[in-house]
């Protein structure tokens, strides 16, 4: 089944050539600019740099499955200093998606479900209302880190930081929303 | 007067940042410039839809340009993320062909067309190139008398770019700081990154990146910081207190959105600029320069 799998989707350099912003990535000459400039690349199972090369040996499954992108914080610092202007930061976001529709999403680190909860609010609703958003993220996660979390909810509420109530689109405007993303879903990604 | 489109984003609109809306809408009004926001706009996306989704991020962030259209105005945004999101979003459908034909064919299923006529602004480079700072400095009411001002652009209000300013050494909000009456400091980590939304799933990674920033502040003798974006004001105000247990500073930098800092200058009482909004209080640093 993997085979076929990988006969029908290309190889993972191939994939991410074919996203926007991922075309360039067959011209990478593992110069290390993105690693030495990316502020959390210390903390990544694999750098930028080597991330690009594991990908272009084929790598899928290490990559795929490696906390590298999830650390990603869209600085954009190794996309501005690239000698050979690779959108690092675009094959980043290539790869979480990746991952996410293949299930195979680091479990060491909590930002696939920090993003999913805020993705979540935006196509329910059309906005993200902070206090629910972070209520439905440490449900999934760790209900007792919000213990840790309800001195910095009650100063930010003290200091009017705070709505309860979310933001709703019209109704008429919800349905326009919804159906533009539904379109998209059924248009089977990028 | 000038006319723009507004878009505010989900974050100040009325969620943790309310402080840069309202300080935006009555600077703008005192700097004769009309922001019209835009009705039944949805959230830019940011960062986590891109990761998640990047096909129906697109699609979002299409929908709000496709409704700006209409009004033919620059679409213009305080939110540093919602910057780099919409005007992403509108450069690629320019440059991606087979990316457009599919973002078109969504916004047609809600019945939208995007033409690709519009142009993303950020705030600071409205009120930077097209106010221009002289016009900023003859307004001034309360000169702000040499309050030491760390400028803090963060990343994606001047990168990837192509950018109103220099990728990693920008000026337009120091020379804007000036103009004020303020002194603007030397602050190399001025375009470095606070952690951004990896704040919540990441903790202890963002806290350290945060010290950073609050340490090159902070050793180049600010008195605050300056930000023109809504999640590096919470990141360094909301996230201070974290920082000095973590790693037993004691950090006490008020850090105020741009945008508060013209009000004051500019006349505007700290209520409806929503200076009290800030968790490390801004009161007694303001206080020895202007009345607040």
């Known amino acids: 089944m993997e085979a076929t799998k990988a006969q029908v989707t290309g190889t993972l350099v191939g994939e991410i050539s074919r996203i926007p912003g991922g075309e360039r990535i067959r011209l990478c000459i593992q110069c290390g600019t993105c690693s030495a400039s990316c502020p959390n690349a210390n903390r990544m199972d694999h750098t930028p740099r080597k991330l690009i090369a594991m990908a272009r040996a084929g790598m899928r499954e290490e990559v795929l499955s490696s906390n590298s992108m999830w650390l990603c914080a869209s600085c954009y610092l190794c996309t501005v200093r690239c000698p050979r202007e690779i959108k690092i930061t675009d094959i980043m976001h290539a790869l979480e998606c990746l991952s996410v529709r293949e299930n195979v999403s680091s479990a060491r680190t909590l930002t696939p479900t920090m993003y999913r909860s805020f993705s979540d609010f935006v196509y329910s609703i059309g906005s993200v209302p902070e206090p629910s958003f972070m209520i439905l993220f440490y449900l999934l996660t760790n209900p007792l880190r919000a213990m840790r979390m309800i001195p910095m909810a009650f100063s930010l509420l003290t200091h009017g930081r705070m709505s309860i109530k979310a933001r709703r689109l019209k109704p008429e405007a919800e349905r326009q929303f919804k159906a533009i993303l539904d379109k998209a879903e059924e248009l089977g990604g990028i | ?292």
């Not at chain 2, 989900?10 to 410039?33: N, Q």
């Not at chain 2, 450069?91 to 034909?101: G, I, M, Q, T, V």
């Not at chain 2, 602050?187 to 606070?194: H, N, Q």
Request: proline share 4%.
């Open chain 2, 1 to 292: 007067m000038k006319y723009y489109t507004y878009f505010p984003g989900c974050s100040s609109s009325d969620g943790g940042a309310k402080a840069y809306g309202m300080s935006t809408e009555a600077v703008a009004r005192a700097l004769d410039v009309e922001l019209i926001e835009l009705e039944d706009w949805n959230c830019c996306g940011s960062t986590p839809y891109t990761s998640v989704d990047e096909l129906a991020s697109f699609c979002s962030s299409a929908r709000n340009l496709a409704l700006a259209e209409d009004k033919g105005l620059d679409l213009v945004t305080p939110c540093s993320a919602c910057y780099v999101i919409l005007s992403k979003t509108n450069s690629y459908l320019k440059e991606y062909p087979e990316l457009r034909a599919k973002v078109d064919e969504a916004l047609a299923a809600g019945g939208l067309e995007y033409h690709r006529t519009i142009k993303v602004r950020h705030l600071l480079d409205v009120f930077a190139n097209d106010i221009g700072f002289d016009e900023i400095a003859s307004k001034v009411k309360r000169n702000l008398g040499g309050l030491k001002v760390a400028p803090y652009y963060g990343c994606q209000v001047v990168r990837p770019g192509p950018s109103f300013d220099d990728p990693e050494s920008p000026q337009s909000l120091d020379r804007l700081i000036e103009c004020l009456g303020a002194e603007a400091t030397p602050f190399p980590l001025k375009a470095r990154c606070c952690g951004g939304s990896l704040i919540i799933s990441e903790e202890d990674l963002a806290l350290g990146l945060i010290r950073k920033l609050l340490d090159s502040a902070s050793s180049n003798e600010a008195e605050c910081i300056a930000t023109v974006c809504p999640l590096c004001q919470t990141n360094l105000d909301v996230y201070q207190g974290r920082v000095n247990k973590k790693f037993k500073t004691s950090f006490k930098l008020p850090v105020l959105f741009f945008t508060q800092l013209m009000g004051l200058a500019l006349g505007i009482d700290g209520k409806t600029l929503g200076l009290e909004k800030c968790i490390v209080s801004a009161d007694k640093v303001l206080a020895k320069y202007v009345e607040i």
